[in-house]
């Protein structure tokens, strides 16, 4: 399942992390690649304990907070610290799976489940050509390029890759969250669920001529389905 969610950072928000991005120290991104992905991948990352990284890390998990989309389509229950990456010409990563089990840094060797990954997009599609995230899934290889502040969620499992950055700078977020739904099936049955029931209460709303709807009986017992549903499938 790969959901495209518009606006998480605000264009204020985005011109902050550039800024601070650009008074930032750049390292080789393949510090923190696993054996095999350090062979593909060729792109420049700030190191995830110097202080731009943290002012960064609660900016966009505050922007997480308050979305309700992503919490929908993710179900999360930690969320690793965001890391920032860029890729300048020539630059590329490619094909290659996100490590399963990632750990939690400051916990003393916490470790946990990487179920959803994520990227923020911190670059407008009209600042560089090339270094489109490609993902592969059942229905193929998609490409995905999104304005500055859009995000993309989707399963950590897939195979996915950057294409080479040929002018211009690519820069991102990019981060991973253990689900409180392991199952990726069940997340997006859960995820698609709630889609329904959102829809189902504005145009209930919108023929009963109030807000919402809620006090339809259809309603309640949707919502009761999907509490259900996440009691019985969810992990803690």
């Not at 490609?134 to 999104?146: E, M, T, Y």
């Not at 253990?178 to 997006?188: A, F, G, I, N, P």
């Amino acid at each position: 399942m790969l959901i495209q969610i518009p606006d998480v950072l605000t264009s204020a928000e985005v011109k902050h992390c550039r800024q601070v991005l650009e008074a930032s120290q750049w390292v080789d991104g393949r510090l923190t690649a696993g054996d095999l992905a350090a062979k593909s991948k060729r792109n420049l990352q700030i190191p995830a304990d110097s202080a731009e990284a943290r002012e960064l890390d609660e900016l966009i998990l505050n922007a997480l907070g308050r979305n309700t989309a992503y919490h929908s389509a993710a179900l999360p229950f930690r969320v690793l610290p965001p890391r920032f990456n860029r890729y300048d010409v020539g630059m590329t990563f490619g094909t290659h799976v996100d490590n399963a089990i990632q750990t939690v840094p400051g916990t003393g060797g916490m470790r946990m489940r990487a179920d959803v990954s994520s990227t923020i997009f911190l670059s407008e599609p009209g600042e560089y050509d090339g270094g489109e995230l490609v993902i592969d899934d059942a229905h193929g290889s998609r490409a995905i390029k999104l304005p500055a502040g859009h995000m993309i969620v989707y399963p950590a499992s897939t195979l996915h890759r950057v294409t080479p950055v040929t002018r211009g700078s690519r820069w991102a977020s990019f981060f991973w969250a253990q689900s409180l739904v392991k199952d990726e099936t069940s997340r997006t049955m859960l995820h698609e669920l709630d889609c329904a029931i959102i829809a189902l209460r504005q145009e209930l709303g919108r023929v009963a001529g109030d807000e919402t709807g809620d006090e339809h009986p259809a309603v309640h017992s949707l919502v009761s389905h999907y509490h259900n549903l996440l009691r019985r499938w969810s992990e803690l």
